[in-house]
Each structure stands twice: as structure tokens, then as C-alpha cells.
């Protein structure tokens, strides 16, 4: 039992990494654009600054919240796993 729970904890923390790793990847991409997309068109139509900056600002929290929920993801994988009991044991932590 403490084998296959290893194994699973093993494949919980592999998947949380991958999967925070490529939630970043994506979201800095995204925040680059938009910050890009942004930048051009205030460039091209100075008098919009203001809304282009709250559109800006809205959808950037927008894109950073989607990394989160993969963070939270990635730590339920980590921590709120069914054999969290076994893995304990097996590190000492259940003296």
C-alpha cells in the first residue's frame, strides 16, 4: 500500500508542476499581448488611455485569475489526495 500510494504522490506532484508550469507559460504569453495590444493602440489614439487602461488593467486581472485556479489545482493534487494518510506515515509525519 505505501508503494502505490508513493507512486500516486509521486504523479499528483509531477502533474501539479506541468500543470502550473504551463498555466504560467500561458498567461505571461497572454498578458504580453494584451499589454502589447494595449500599448498600440493608446500609441495610435492617445485620448483613449483611460479606457484602454481600465479594459487593460479589468482583463489582466482576468487572464492572472486563470493561473491561480491552476495554482489551486495544483495544491489540491498535492495536498488534498486520497492517500494523504499513507504518504504522512511513510515521511514520519503521523507520530
Known amino acids: 500500500m505505501e ?6 504522490f509521486i504523479a499528483s506532484v509531477t ?3 506541468f500543470g502550473i508550469a504551463i498555466a504560467a507559460f500561458g498567461c505571461g504569453i497572454a498578458q ?6 494595449a500599448v498600440e493602440g493608446i500609441a495610435r489614439n492617445p485620448e483613449s488611455s483611460g ?12 487572464i492572472e485569475s486563470l493561473c ?6 495544483s495544491l489540491i493534487l498535492i495536498y488534498a489526495h ?4 499513507a504518504i504522512a506515515a511513510l ?5
Open 32 to 37: 504580453g499581448l494584451g499589454l502589447r495590444s
Open 68 to 73: 491561480i485556479y491552476a495554482l489551486v489545482v
Open 82 to 85: 486520497p492517500q494523504a494518510g
Open 91 to 95: 515521511f514520519g509525519a503521523g507520530h
Open 51 to 62: 479606457k484602454v487602461t481600465v479594459t487593460l488593467l479589468i482583463g489582466l486581472a482576468m
Open 15 to 17: 502533474a501539479a508542476g
Open 3 to 8: 508503494a502505490e500510494a508513493l507512486k500516486f
